[in-house]
């Protein structure tokens, strides 16, 4: 049994935001992100989201990230359906 088998049937959280850098990603990054993932789960699978806790983060670049995760999320949703 190969690894992405254990995913078959299975909702898949993909983080596409990585919240070890200050860096804002851009929505088109994160719909990239997501669009990759769905080379491996079908798109009513993908959860996205953060690649971890953003508790240490400033206020400021959390919610831009957060932004970005959306904008990119709505973005994907456009581009691949």
Do not use: H
């Amino acid at each position: 049994m190969s690894l992405l088998q254990l995913l078959d049937g299975k909702d898949v959280q993909v983080g596409v935001i990585d919240v070890a850098t200050d860096q804002v990603e851009t929505p088109e990054q994160v719909a990239a992100v997501i669009g990759e993932a769905m080379k491996y789960v079908p798109r009513e699978r993908i959860i996205a989201s953060t690649n971890c806790g953003m508790a240490p983060m400033r206020w400021d670049i959390a919610y831009g990230k957060l932004a970005a995760l959306a904008q990119g999320a709505a973005l994907a949703r456009k581009r691949f359906g």
